[in-house]
């Protein structure tokens, strides 16, 4: 049904598709075309004057002049070379947003496509870097790698919508009132000064074997030795771990 507000000409196209078998018959393509007028339509069909129409190809053109208010007009190619991504907005919008507009262009203009697609994009953008690291030749492969990096868009909003989780904290023998309250001292029996914040590392394994797993890795660096005599020191102070 035309409705006055959209383009007349594609509402004849569509009306011809319609009766393609029947296009051989202007009477019978004539009679049917006002059953598809609404009232504003339908009332200038009513005004034409008898015997003013002598083939369907005139009644369209007729109908056309009428309506011609409502064509559309096809886009310039140079709105594509004025979009670009805004800041904030997803591939996926600016992505819907270009394929509408370049499908308001008439021509074939598929190459100007893959170009423009890509200018529209933010210089740091990972699809500009991929289409220009490594370029498609066509519209249907520009598609396909948009869809790809539309996908990894997607997940990375999932990612950042899910809440992370804390781990409880846990608390060995030295819990923080002990810490506040009293002062740290080192194995000569001295006095240090407390941190202002300390943090308790508390290992789910003996310390002895986290540090045979990790002292071959280039980051570990083994503790200075303990200076002055081996046989006077406190040996309730040692750990069970003992340097090779």
Same mark, same amino acid.
């Given at each position: 049904?035309?409705?006055?507000?959209?383009?007349?000409?594609?509402?004849?196209?569509?009306?011809?598709?319609?009766?393609?078998?029947?296009?051989?018959?202007?009477?019978?393509?004539?009679?049917?075309?006002?059953?598809n007028?609404?009232?504003?339509?339908?009332?200038?069909?009513?005004?034409?004057?008898?015997g003013?129409?002598?083939?369907?190809?005139e009644l369209?053109?007729?109908?056309?002049?009428?309506?011609v208010?409502?064509?559309?007009?096809?886009?310039?190619?140079?709105?594509?070379?004025?979009?670009?991504?805004?800041?904030?907005?997803?591939l $996926?919008?600016?992505?819907?947003? /270009?394929w509408?507009?370049?499908n308001?262009?008439? =021509? &074939?203009?598929?190459?100007v496509?893959? %170009?423009?697609?890509?200018?529209?994009?933010?210089?740091?953008h990972?699809?500009r870097?991929?289409?220009?690291?490594?370029?498609?030749?066509?519209?249907?492969?520009?598609?396909?790698r948009?869809?790809?990096?539309?996908?990894v868009?997607?997940?990375?909003?999932?990612?950042?919508?899910?809440?992370?989780?804390?781990?409880?904290?846990?608390?060995?023998?030295?819990s923080?009132?002990?810490n506040?309250?009293?002062?740290?001292r080192?194995?000569?029996?001295?006095?240090?000064?407390?941190?202002?914040?300390?943090?308790?590392?508390?290992?789910?394994?003996?310390?002895?074997q986290?540090?045979? $797993?990790?002292?071959?890795?280039? /980051?570990?660096?083994?503790?200075s030795?303990?200076? =002055? &005599?081996l046989?006077?020191?406190n040996? %309730?102070?040692?750990?069970?771990?003992?340097?090779?």
């Amino acid at each position: 049904m035309y409705n006055e507000r959209t383009d007349p000409v594609e509402h004849v196209s569509h009306f011809n598709q319609r009766m393609a078998v029947h296009s051989k018959n202007e009477p019978l393509m004539c009679k049917v075309f006002p059953s598809n007028l609404w009232s504003v339509a339908m009332r200038w069909f009513d005004s034409l004057k008898a015997g003013s129409i002598d083939s369907f190809k005139e009644l369209t053109q007729a109908f056309g002049s009428r309506f011609v208010t409502c064509r559309r007009a096809p886009r310039p190619l140079a709105s594509l070379l004025s979009l670009s991504m805004k800041e904030g907005e997803t591939l $996926k919008t600016y992505s819907d947003r /270009y394929w509408e507009m370049f499908n308001e262009i008439d =021509g &074939d203009f598929d190459y100007v496509a893959i %170009s423009t697609f890509k200018l529209g994009l933010p210089t740091e953008h990972c699809l500009r870097k991929s289409l220009t690291g490594k370029p498609v030749t066509n519209v249907r492969q520009l598609m396909d790698r948009i869809d790809k990096y539309k996908k990894v868009e997607k997940d990375q909003q999932q990612d950042k919508g899910k809440g992370k989780v804390i781990p409880q904290e846990r608390s060995d023998f030295r819990s923080n009132r002990y810490n506040n309250n009293r002062p740290w001292r080192d194995f000569s029996g001295q006095s240090l000064p407390v941190a202002p914040q300390a943090v308790n590392i508390v290992f789910r394994e003996p310390v002895h074997q986290v540090l045979e $797993k990790i002292k071959r890795e280039p /980051y570990f660096k083994w503790p200075s030795k303990m200076s =002055g &005599d081996l046989l006077r020191r406190n040996q %309730s102070l040692y750990c069970q771990y003992h340097q090779e």
